[in-house]
């Protein structure tokens, strides 16, 4: 399992209401909440965003409420993985749940910037900056996590057993 893209890079205590608006919680379709992605904090994010991209943010990253819509926004939108130096623990679940790629990594938070190429080896824990050729190292994901993430999802992990 890999990931490679352009990083979206945002700071600390990036909450749900800012990944996803509650203006926008009257509708669970994917498509329309990723329109709306990230819209109060960065308001050219969709016109920016490519399949594949990678987001970057700091500390407490997901803080907020436990709702679902945030981490479906993200992905929805086309992000592949979401990097932090950590995430609000409700929201790491939610993340994995829905079978968005998250990774804890204080050191890769601090040291990629915005715009930076990305690659993720999440078998290893390894990601590259191949912007400024530099290496950081996450916990790798264990292989249930890993399952999950593929399967697009746990209840599609659950069905597919």
Known sequence: MNAQG???????????????????LNTSDHGELAKHCMED????????????????????FGCGSSREHAPIAIKASGIDCVIAKSFARIFYR??????????????ASEKIDDGDIVKIDFDSGIIYNETKSEQYQAQPFPDFI????????????IKNR
């Open 6 to 24: 352009k990083v979206h890079k945002y700071g600390n205590n990036i909450d749900t209401d800012v990944i996803i608006p509650a203006r926008y």
């Open 41 to 60: 904090i960065d308001d050219k994010f969709v016109q920016k965003v490519s399949k594949g991209d990678i987001m970057v943010g700091g500390a407490n």
């Open 94 to 107: 939610n993340s994995i749940n829905i079978g968005l790629a998250i990774l804890e990594c204080p050191e």
């Open 146 to 157: 890993k399952d999950i993430i593929r399967a697009n999802g746990l209840l599609n992990s």
